[in-house]
T-cell receptor
Framework: AQKVTQAQTEISVVEKEDVTLDCVYE???????LFWYKQPPSGELVFLIR??????QNEISGRYSWNFQKSTSSFNFTITASQVVDSAVYFCALSEAPTGGFKTIFGAGTRLFVKA | DTGVSQNPRHKITKRGQNVTFRCDPISEHNRLYWYRQTLGQGPEFLTYFQNEAQLEKSRLLSDRFSAERPKGSFSTLEIQRTEQGDSAMYLC????????????FGPGTRLTVL
């Protein structure tokens, strides 16, 4: 069965610190997709990144980077030099249908507080 | 703005009343999803449509819940005889239907059942 675990409920950092949000997933499929979404206080989920199970290459986008490791079933998200605007709830999600776009299972989220 | 839109944004109702929410997906997207999110939790899948066909329903979707997408464009989610436990944020998302496609979310409808 699908499962996504975000063990960190809340993280608090001071601006400019680096922070890593952990995500561990469970799936029996060999083809699956992983996602990260950001939910700021306004409430709307914002897509950040998608990864398929065949692409373990790490990705960097500005201050954001993602580390996908199939061996440990983890898809961790690092924010470098955090800013107050990064304060939000971050969700990791898994979709395992071969054709994708099927139901997506979300973790419980990690609330990040970035203090000035 | 060509993102996913949802109406109303907020709904307050009394227990036992019926409510209906609307979702307008991104225009070229043929898949549409409904999720429910309660405080402190991630979104939970309710149902999804491929064009006008409803292809899967979660067991979370009791008989009081019904969703439609009559012309494969906008969708409605109706809750009959609302209960206090229905209070939540109802999220709609749409996607293009390509393999591993990304779901883009609307702002949600917050339902409060008194």
């Amino acid at each position: 069965a699908q499962k996504v675990t975000q063990a960190q409920t809340e993280i608090s950092v001071v601006e400019k610190e680096d922070v890593t949000l952990d995500c561990v997933y469970e799936t029996r499929d060999t083809t699956y997709y992983l996602f990260w979404y950001k939910q700021p206080p306004s409430g709307e989920l914002v897509f950040l990144i998608r990864r398929n199970s065949f692409d373990e290459q790490n990705e960097i986008s500005g201050r954001y980077s993602w580390n996908f490791q199939k061996s440990t079933s983890s898809f961790n998200f690092t924010i470098t030099a955090s800013q107050v605007v990064d304060s939000a709830v971050y969700f990791c999600a898994l979709s395992e249908a071969p054709t994708g776009g099927f139901k997506t299972i979300f973790g419980a989220g990690t609330r990040l507080f970035v203090k000035a | 703005d060509t993102g996913v839109s949802q109406n109303p944004r907020h709904k307050i109702t009394k227990r036992g009343q019926n409510v209906t929410f609307r979702c307008d997906p991104i225009s070229e997207h043929n898949r549409l999803y409904w999720y429910r999110q309660t405080l402190g939790q991630g979104p939970e899948f309710l149902t999804y449509f491929q064009n006008e066909a409803q292809l899967e329903k979660s067991r979370l979707l009791s008989d009081r819940f019904s969703a439609e997408r009559p012309k494969g464009s906008f969708s409605t989610l109706e809750i009959q005889r609302t209960e206090q436990g229905d209070s939540a944020m109802y999220l709609c998302a749409s996607s293009s239907g390509t393999p591993g496609d990304t779901q883009y979310f609307g702002p949600g409808t917050r339902l409060t059942v008194l």
